[in-house]
């Protein structure tokens, strides 16, 4: 079985084969702290077949460096958007086709970065705390929406366009790796 620590260096001193235990974060911005992530999310889940433990120390990975109120996937699944892992109070479990921040994403095959979710229409409220929502598509290798990932903050315009760009960058990394 390949070993799967971050930073590599660790698999030797320890018996770890699973995955890190911690992560190595030190950067204070927020692209900074990105730039840490991504290779460590990467580390965890290159050679892991499995899509469920992938999504789910994924999102555990984004919610632990950057404090999200909700990180989570949505998961297509015929006409409707399914529940998938995720970390934070409990959620939606089905969203429809071009429904909500999280729908809309899907049918645009595009990111939607929402300052105040209070101001898009339709938008579904699964928690009356989220005050902005960055909702990023994942592709599958034919080029479909496969997922969304969904980020939420209890911050009005918590997201910009820095958060765009890396969790752009994320979504390129699962397909590479779990699609």
Known sequence: ?????YPPSKCAA???TDMAETLSLSATDKAGKYKELLPQLEALITGEPELTANLANIAA???????????GFYLVKNDQLVLGPFQGPVACTRIGFGKGV????WAEKRTQLVP?????PGHIACSSASKS???VPVFNQMGEVAM???VDSD?????????QQYLEQLAQIIQKHCL
């Open 14 to 16: 320890t018996a770890c």
């Open 1 to 5: 079985m390949k070993q799967k620590c």
């Open 116 to 120: 105040d979710v209070d101001a898009f």
């Open 155 to 163: 911050k009005l315009a918590d997201f910009d366009t820095t958060d």
């Open 133 to 135: 929502e960055i909702v």
């Open 102 to 105: 999280c729908g809309t994403s």
């Open 148 to 150: 969304v990932l969904d």
């Open 61 to 71: 990975g984004l919610r632990e460096a950057f404090g999200f109120f909700w990180v």
